[in-house]
């Protein structure tokens, strides 16, 4: 019996880490475009402080989508996306933790205790393949074609490890935890709590039950929230993550986070850190809805009986 519910249990992970790449691929190739313009939004406001100079300078989402789409061609927005065949596995760990979590430790399936710390060790394990490829991706969003760019997520890669050591690939990975707690702390509780009242008000017999369109806007709305909350976080994250040696458009040299709060806010004041503000709740909105809605679909499928 016990070795039944072991292979049950081994077969359980193996279907959460399958379905966690799945949608963890669909929604960042979906919602890549998105990062981009985020991405240059954030990094902006630097060249103000004589860091990375004025190589553009966005009004909002929309017209960053267009000038980028009119100066430099649609593929832009897809610079460095080899980067997502890597990033799937963060996500199959992240769900995969998680789920895991909710299972062992008591009241996990309605605890916020356990939904927040679940979140944050989720997290943890995750960031140690999401960051590295954050650094990756981001290094080629935010630049323009020009003598010395990268050319590809490999040469990317190389480069900073070449110039900069293994180190490079976890600038802002204890950032990355110190955002996440904020945003765990809004988006699992709230998320959870959402599909327990969209089964309540649907009449589903359980959240196992709930409706597409109900699963869909339970993670939208508390991913948008906590998205907008963390801003400030992740402007300094993204502006650690860019700069180096390796990057011909980086001039900024931030020792560490709170050094490069204390630039901005020189440089930028308050509004600094809310550069990127809705273009962030642009892409992570969407991005948490279309993968943890498709996460559970899929689960819902391959264990029919549960």
């Not at 790449?21 to 991405?39: C, E, H, N, R, W």
């Not at 590295?132 to 760019?149: D, K, L, N, T």
């Not at 480069?159 to 990355?176: D, K, T, V």
Request: net charge positive; proline share 4%; charged share 15%.
């Amino acid at each position: 019996m016990a070795r039944g519910e072991g292979l049950n249990r081994e077969h359980l992970v193996v279907k959460e880490m399958l379905a966690g790449s799945i949608a963890g691929g669909l929604a960042d190739g979906l919602m890549y475009p998105m990062m981009t313009v985020k991405s240059r939004i954030q990094v902006q406001g630097s060249g103000s402080s004589g860091s990375t100079g004025t190589l553009y300078m966005y009004g909002g989402p929309l017209h960053a989508i267009r000038d980028i789409a009119t100066k430099e061609g649609w593929r832009t927005f897809y610079k460095g996306s080899a980067t997502i065949l890597v990033g799937v596995s963060s996500t199959a760990l992240y769900m995969t933790t998680y789920q895991t979590i909710k299972r062992h430790l008591p009241g996990g399936e309605d605890s916020p205790v356990v939904q927040f710390g679940g979140g944050m060790f989720a997290t943890s394990v995750s960031s140690i393949v999401a960051v590295p490829v954050e650094v990756i991706r981001q290094r080629q969003m935010v630049q323009s074609a020009c003598a010395g760019s990268y050319m590809g997520s490999i040469h990317t890669a190389k480069s900073i490890f070449q110039q900069e050591g293994l180190r490079a690939f976890y600038r802002g990975y204890l950032l990355n935890q110190m955002l996440c707690v904020p945003f765990n702390a809004v988006f699992m509780p709230l998320w959870e709590a959402s599909k327990r009242a969209c089964a309540q008000l649907s009449g589903a017999e359980s959240v196992e039950k709930l409706e597409i369109q109900y699963e869909l806007g339970s993670a939208f709305f508390p991913s948008a929230l906590a998205a907008a909350l963390t801003n400030p976080m992740d402007v300094i994250k993204t502006r650690l993550q860019v700069q180096g040696k390796s990057n011909v458009y980086s001039r900024t040299q931030y020792s560490g986070a709170w050094d490069a709060a204390k630039e901005i806010y020189k440089f930028e004041g308050i509004a600094g850190f809310s550069s990127g503000l809705t273009s962030r709740m642009m892409w992570v909105a969407p991005s948490v809805m279309i993968c943890f809605t498709t996460f559970d679909q899929i689960m819902k499928w391959v264990t029919p009986d549960s």
